[in-house]
Structures are given as C-alpha cells and as structure tokens.
C-alpha cells in the first residue's frame, strides 16, 4: 500500500493513513522509502516493478576503465598518480572556496544597510572577494593545464585499461552458459594486479605495453576457467579470442561457426526438399575422386572427395565466404583426399592452406568438411591466439590453494557434478594439516541449519575450519548463510569455511561472487573411476573376512567386488556418449555402489552359511543355465536381479535403457567371466591371483583414455561426440553473440537486419511452391482451395474408412495449420518492422526466438519440426509438396505399395500406426497382437507370411554397418561416418509375438534382435522396435546402441 500510494483519507480530520497488516498508521507526505540491495537485477514482480524507480549503482564499462586506468597509473608510475591525486585535490578544494566566497558575498549583500556604494567595508570586502576569486580560477585553470599534461602522460595505458573492462564484461556474459559461473569485480580485480606484477612482463615502456594485454588474457582466463566446467571452458576461450582479437576473426565468420547466416535464394534451391543428400556406406568407400573436380567446382558442386552429406554446408560456405572458397583450389582431388582421410586433420592442412587462408578460416574448413574434428580444430585455435599449451587451468591440490588463495574473510566454493564428491579429499587434507579436532564437517539437508549458526560463529572465532556439504539441497537456506557471513566481521586468522555444492540454477549470486569458485569434476576414464572405487573401500573391504572363509569363497568375494567396480565405472563412462551410451546422464552414484557392494556382502553371507552346513566338498555344485549362475551355492541371478530391478535399474526410466543395463549384467557377472574363460572387455580379465595390491596394479595398466569398445560402443562413437559437443559449443557462442544485441527488446534496425533474410526465406518458397501459395491464399481469401492443390477438408477424414485415407486427411490438416501459423505470424512480424503495426506479446513471442535463430514455439507447438528456421521452411516445403502428391492418388492404398521414406511425413507415428490398423484387419485380430518384423529388402527372410510389407527407404543407421554381401549387421569402424543411410529397410506385420525382454535366453539363442526407430538422431522422439535376425550376439549391438533414424539432428 505504502508504494501504490493506498491512503484512507479520514472525513472531518483530513488525515491520510495507510492500513500495515492490521494497523492503521498515520501518513506524512514527507515519507520517502528507500531499498537497498547488493543484487544487480533483484527480481521484483510485475505489480511491485512498476511502484518502484530503480536506480543501478553498479559497475559500467566507463566507469570500470576509470578505476582500472587508475591502479595501472599508481602501479606503474606512481609518482605521476600521486600528482595527479593532488591536482584533483586541490582542485576541489579551489572550487569549494570559490563556492564559500560566492556564499559571503551574497551574504554580506544581503545584509548590508543603506547605499552600497557609500558602505566602505562592504566594498572592501567585495574587493577582496574579487581578488581571492580570480587567484582561485588562476589555480583551477593552472590546474586544469597540469591535469591535461598528466592525462597525455597517462594516455598510454588507457589501451590496457579498456581491455581490462571489456575482459570484465566478457566474464559477465558467462551467466547466460551456466547461472552458477558469477564472478565479482573484487575477483576481477585482484587478476588485473597480479598481471601487473608478472615478472615475465617486459620492463621496457614500449614492450611492457604490448605485452600487458595478452599476459592479462591469460591470467584471467584460466583463472575463472577454475570455476567453469570442463565442457564449458573452450566456450569461454572463443569468446576471449573473438572479442578480444577481432584481427583474427571477421564477422561474417563467425556467422558461419554459429550458424548465425541465412542462405539466399540461389543456395536454397539446390536442397529445397531440405532432406540433404544421402549416400550408402558402399557408395562412399567405392566413390573414387574424379578429373572434374575443376569442373565441379567451376560449377559450385561439392568435391568428389568431400562427404555428400556436407553439401548444404559447403553451400553456406561459398555463400557466406565466397572468396574463401574459391581459394582452396578443391579441385585438387589426392591432396584435399589425404587430407579428408587424415586422423588429425585440423593439424595437417596442405602446405599451400597455411599461406592462403588464416587459421580461423582453417577452422571453418574443418567445420565444413570434418566436423567431427571441429571441436579439436576449435581449442587448436584457441591455445595459439592466446599463446597457451594447454586450456586446462593448473591442477592445485588442497595445501597449494590455502596456502596461496583461501583466506579467512572469504568462503571456497567447489562446485561438483553427479557422482564427484571433493569432501573427502578436503577431510584427508584438514586431518592431516590441520587436525581431525579442528575441523568439522557438516552435510546439510538433514534438519541441521538451525545448529549452523552456532557452530559458524565457533569455529569463526577459535580459528577451526568448517565444510558445509551439499549445499544444493538447502538452496532455500543459503540467503541466511549469507547473511551469517556479513555478521561474522573479524574471524580468526586461521578459520577456514568450506562449501560444495551441485550446479543448481537457484544458487544466490552474491554467494557466488563472495566465494572463491572452483569447479571438481570425476576424472574422466574407466582406469581412474576403478582406482577411486578401489581406494574408496581400502584394503579392508577385500580382506575383511579372510580368516574366517576358506579360499576359494574369499577369492570369489574380491572378483564379485572387482567386477562390481569395473561395472559401476561403465555405467558411469557410458554417460559420456550420451543419448548413444544412454539416452540420458543417469546419476549412477557412490550410493548404488555401496548399496551393490552390500548386496555382494549379504550373499556371500549366505554362501558361508550353506557352505558350514554341508558335510562335504562333493556337494559343491557350478551350474550355468539360462544365465544363472551358481558357485556354491552363490545364485549370480540374484546379484544381477538386485542390480538390475532395485538399485541401478531404479534409476534408469526407459526401456531402451534398459536392455543396455542387463546386457552389461548378464556380460560380466557371470561364470566363466569369474572364472577367467571370458574377458571383460577388450583382453581385460580379473585379476589372478587376486589380492588389493594386485587390483590395484592391475587397474595401473589400463590405458588412461578409454577405447569405445572397452565399454561396449562402437570405435566411431568418438566422432558423434565430437559433433554434438560441436553443435552445442557453436549454439552457445551463438547466444553469446547476441547477448547484447538486445534480442530481447524492440529495435528495428536490428530486427529488420536480422528477420529480413528469413522473411524472404518463406517469401521465396512461397513464390515457388503452388500448394503453399494455395494454402495461404485459401486463408486470406477463406474460399476453396485451388486446384493446384486438392486439399481434403477439416474434418473429412472422420468420415473415411481406410486409415491411410484418415492418414492422409489428418497430414493435409496439419500441412494447412502450419503454413497459415507460420504465414500469418510472419506477415504480422514484417508489418511491425514496416511500421504499419504495433508489437504485441504474441508477436515477441515469435521474433524473439528467431532473432536467436530459433523456431518459436508457436510453430513446434503444432510440429516438432527443425530447430532451426531455415531448415524448417525447407522441410516444411518439402512435406507439404509429398501430401499434396498423395491428395492426388486415386487409389489411396497404392501409397504403401511403393517404397516410402517415414521421414516426408509429419506424423510418421501416425502412419505406423495406421499400417498396424490396416494389418490387424486383414488378420481379424486386435492391433496389439500384431508384432513388427524387418529385414533389409533384397533379403526378406522371415517375411513370406506377413499380412502386410512396406518398403522403407533412407532410414540413417548408427551404431554399427551393413554388410553388403549378407546383409547383417557388422561392426562400425572408426572412420565410419556417425551415421550411415542403411539399405531399403522391408517392415512386415505378422500374428505373432516375441518376448517383452529382448534379452530372454529365448532372443539369445534365435539371434533376433529389436532396433529402436526415432525421428533424429537425438533419441527422443521413439517410433517402433523393429526385430532384425544377426548371426552375431544381439547383446554386441545393444551395448553398441544400434538405431535407426528418420532424420539427423544436426
């Protein structure tokens, strides 16, 4: 009320008064209430936002490079700042008397009696008032000549002081990465001095200079890399290098790393069904490079050399870098073709490139032709613009950073992912320094913040340390802590106060900027994730029960325990190659390992107590049957059904998932893996004999860096990753670039430069296509549509009785919605541009996302099609063109009689779903009898008694190949492409039906197995299983994670 001005006026009295909960309180019009607050952006709610006028105090670029300028000056020439000090002193000191001598005199006019003019003292004092003022503007003009020499004198360093606060806001652009990477001025700051003092920076005026920027870069580079997830700091480096040394990248190339370009007209036509070309892994491996490669390339055609699935990007290429491409020479077909077979490509470009193209353009060839090593070519760059071997900042261990950092006024945040937990190490490294009394360690989220208080303020004062565990579970709290903190004024010199913490988007900010960051990651790698398995249980565990079981039962334990270790380490590496490895980062934790570990304790209880009860060893069976396992007496089913359907598989909520989990079980904890007649992967067996230090040596020699194969994948799986970090990296940056483009308000020249090549994009398709200017015209004009294109009405498919006539009807309807939608919101963003129309919520809703390269969720509401509008446009353009072709069928059924691509529908669920319909007829049978069987066309085997078969062509495989000769699948290799086209694919529908577990001792012996179909590569949209017969284990390829596509995701 107080803000909205809501005052009762009494009748009679007059008197305001303002009700405060159940008070009423008198009003007085002087009242002024003023809120403070440390947070930057303080998110208030509309009704309160608009009561308020907010006034920011905080840091701006000018006033930043002010106080930088400032402490270079005092460091570097001291005396010319100590000057320069006093000039500003006296100066206001000037101004000051000129300002009372102003005052008196007015005062003493004021006062004075009679004529002025006779008044003797009077005009005394007005004279020596006149003579003080003008000595005093002598001073301020003397003064203002010495500042501006002071200022030419200081000139130099203004250059280092604007790289200094561009590099701050560079920082500050890191919120939009990950809300967890706030960092403060005070921080800041302390970098800025530190680069001062290097020793390594030239003392010479004029080198010193030139050398202070780039030693700057670094050292606040790698000092927030500190706080930066791995994955996220070459992100941080691009955008160093791309604003800090524009010399090395232009604008419109870095449009083309982002993607943030629109092909025109000319570029589109050649892919205008947006459904890039695809090519067979045969065809690839038996493309020779031709002699007009000239010709080709006279032409603007992609290189034979090069990967047909590349030609939109070389598109883009010579349409966003013209004279880029036509330097490369690309007809030259052995050096480009060595140099596309290179492993390590990004480093063995052809002599002539290193002289005609600069090495940001090398990284866009490399974008262009092998984006699996973009990223590799990406942090190349990025170590030789900022003159670094390495990104990764120095390893410090806990003694190093409180010697050399941790202070006692300032809390260290480290910040963990799933599974990573530094409070051990830091308990390790406080009981030895320090000593286990001294310090405390408290894991929160269990009730205890009220007892935190007391036990900061203690240990703040006899000089103790204190680690607050698991802060992200109390992120409610934390606004206390921080205030906990502003209390605590003068701790002990010793008192150290830890924090960890999971990356949670609700973290305070300003605890973030009051603590010393550093992020804590899990090494990487099967070899480091057992050895901290290992080290974490001891020798102990392992010897635990020694005196009281014979040898063999303890033997059995420690291989169960092994195995158990190299398992959780998979289960938790496979989340690297995600959605492939799993389709989602699982957070498998030290928690299901322990309770695995309890699981293994309880049943070798069990076995030594049967083992006590038997009379005799010939009562000691070993029997494998159907997968279970039993070494005396131990049934390995049991383990693997606890592991299984309790504590790993409780995590895991897809089915496909699943499969990948008790493939893993049923490969290692079994038999003859324990008894050595069976690796574990990769040559990898048990220990033997098997004793602690003999694991762990064992475990030594593991390679450091994983193979793909050692965890079941495929050896290509490290060119999908490399891509889709790629993708994500680049999408970042795309945002970042944005950042302060004000993409989020209203600004036409920004709108219209940004929106005007999308608009005409759609503008030219439309002109192009007669069923999209048909379809549009019809919702303009609202009449029937043309005959261009013989649409069926809205609800006419209600009344048909084939499902593929319904099918179609539902796909016309859609086609229409979302050619009107994307028309219709278009038309209304180009009148806002046009100023013929005012800007509505509705209508930001949609060019915000596109000013961002985005498709707003307007259009994906009714498709979920590309992410990207250019692409679909493309695609809708193509979908649209294959329904009007089936509209003009006269014979609707014909539509499944030829082979059919799934991914020229916009429903592809839709119409499996409609084939099952129609199968389920046919055989007089409900739909969910009906069971889906494939094989690749030319073979068909198993397909002669299928109700219903339909040919499907250009579906994408990844995961593994296709042998040419047999037609099975065959293993990937690792210059396989991340997806291969597979050959015609026939789907048959057949009274029948396979187990509901693809992993049954059934499956293993038929050698059947189920394929996932998806829309994309991203795994999220599943359409059907599809069951395949192989001559190889179905379990190799679902731990591979074979799949097919309808589409990449690119």
Known sequence: PLARSDFDVQSGTGRKVVRLGEKIVDYNESFRLCLMTRNPAPDLPPDAAACVSEVNFTVTRSGLKGQLLSATIQHEQPALEQEKTMLIQTEEDNKVQIAALEEQLLEALATAEGDILNNAALMASLTQTQMTAKSVEQDLFNGARASAHLNEQGAKYQDFADVGAQLFFLIGDLVTVNTMYHFSLADFFEQFLAALDEKSVSTTAGNRLASLPPVLCRKVFFHIARGLFKEDRIIFALHVVRSMHREHVKDNEWAFLTDDVAMDKKVNEKNRGGKFEKISQHERKTRQPQNNDSEAEKS??????????????YDALKECLPQLSRSLDLSNSSRWARWMRSVNCELEFPAEMHLKTTPFQRVLITKTFRPDRLMSALRHFCMEVLGTPTLSPTSHGFRQLYEQETSSDRPTLLVSTAGADPSKELTDFAANFLGQARFKCVAMGGGNEATTKELLQRTSRDGSWLCLQNLHLVVAWLPQLEGMLTEITSPAVSFRLWLTTEATAIFPRLLLEKSLKLTFESPPGIKKNIERTLLSWGQSTFDEHQGERDDVEHKLHRNLLFLLAFFHAVVQERRTYAPQGWIKAYEFSVGDLRAGACVIDAEMRKLALKTNERASDKDRTADVNGGVGKVAGLKLSVIRGLLDDAIYGGRVDDPRD??????????????????????????????????????????????????????????????????????????????????????????????????????DQWQNLVDENPCLSALIAHAEANSTLSSNCEMISDTAYRKLQSPLEAFVAMETDLARDVTRTVQATLTAVKKVICGTALLTPTICAVAFPLLSRKVPPAWSKLWDGPTKPIAFFATLDRKVGVVNKWTKLSDISTLIHEPIDLDNTFRPATLLCAMRQIAARKLNCSMVQITVVSDWSSRGRGLDNCSLTVICTNTLLQGAEVREDCEDFVRALPSTPEVVLAPPLAVGYILNSFPESTLSSNEAMSRTLSVPLYVDTSRRSHLADLYFTTLEDPAVWVLAGVALFLSESW
């Not at 290189?303 to 939109?312: G, K, L, T, Y």
């Open 658 to 759: 699943a499969r990948i989990l008790k493939a893993l079980l049923r490969r290692l904890f079994t038999l003859d893996v324990i008894e050595q007649q069976r690796s574990l992967a990769n040559n990898l067996y048990l220990p033997q004999p098997f004793y602690y230090e003999g694991a762990i040596a064992s475990v030594q020699e593991l390679p450091d860096f994983d193979t793909p194969s050692l965890l079941g994948l495929p050896d290509n799986i490290d060119r999908f990753v490399q891509r889709r970090a790629s993708v994500r990296v680049c999408e970042i940056l795309r945002g970042l670039s944005n950042v302060n483009n004000s993409t989020e308000t209203y600004n036409r020249g920004t709108w219209h430069s940004k929106l005007a090549p999308i608009l």
């Open 300 to 313: 603007g055609e992609l290189p034979s050399w090069a990967s047909p699935e590349r030609s939109h990007v």
